[in-house]
C-alpha cells in the first residue's frame, strides 16, 4: 500500500485546512486508517483514526470537536477536516493504513505509512 498525503500548508490560528491521503495497492476498504502528527523535536502523536467501512471514528483530546476524519472508499482516500486550528496544531501530518478493519489509536499497529504534509498555524 502506497500513501500520499497532500492539502498541508500556512495558515492562521483560527483557520481551517483539509488533509488528503490517496492509497493505492490494495483494496482501500479492508484498511483501517489513521492519522497521527509529530511537531519537531517530538514523538508521533495519534489524531485520529477510522474503521474500514468508515463507522467507527477515533479522535485525540486535543482535536475532539475541531477535527474530522473521514473517507470515501471509491476514491481510495482518507480526509483530515481540521477546523479552528491553533499554534499547537503545527506538526507534520502523516497518514497510516493498518491491515485490519477496526481502527486503532497506537502508532505501531499501523502497517504503512505516507512521507507526511506539514501543516504550520501561526497566532
Known amino acids: 500500500v502506497q500513501l500520499v498525503e497532500s492539502g498541508g500548508g500556512l495558515l492562521q490560528a483560527g483557520g481551517s485546512l483539509r488533509l488528503s491521503c490517496e492509497a493505492s495497492?490494495?483494496?482501500?476498504?479492508?484498511?483501517?486508517m489513521g492519522w497521527f502528527r509529530q511537531a519537531p523535536g517530538k514523538a508521533r502523536d495519534f489524531v485520529a483514526s477510522?474503521?474500514?467501512?468508515?463507522?467507527?471514528?477515533y479522535y485525540a483530546d486535543s482535536v475532539k470537536g475541531r477535527f474530522t476524519i473521514s473517507r470515501d472508499n471509491a476514491k481510495s482516500t482518507v480526509y483530515l477536516q481540521m477546523n479552528s486550528l491553533k499554534p499547537e496544531d503545527t506538526a507534520d501530518y502523516f497518514c497510516?493504513?493498518?491491515?485490519?478493519?477496526?481502527?486503532?489509536?497506537?502508532?505501531?499497529?499501523?502497517?504503512?505509512w505516507g512521507q507526511g504534509t506539514q501543516v504550520t498555524v501561526s497566532s
Open positions: 477510522i474503521n474500514g467501512i468508515g463507522s467507527t471514528t
Open positions: 497510516a493504513a493498518r491491515s485490519y478493519y477496526t481502527a486503532s489509536i497506537y502508532p505501531a499497529e499501523y502497517d504503512y
Open positions: 495497492g490494495r483494496t482501500f476498504s479492508n484498511y483501517a
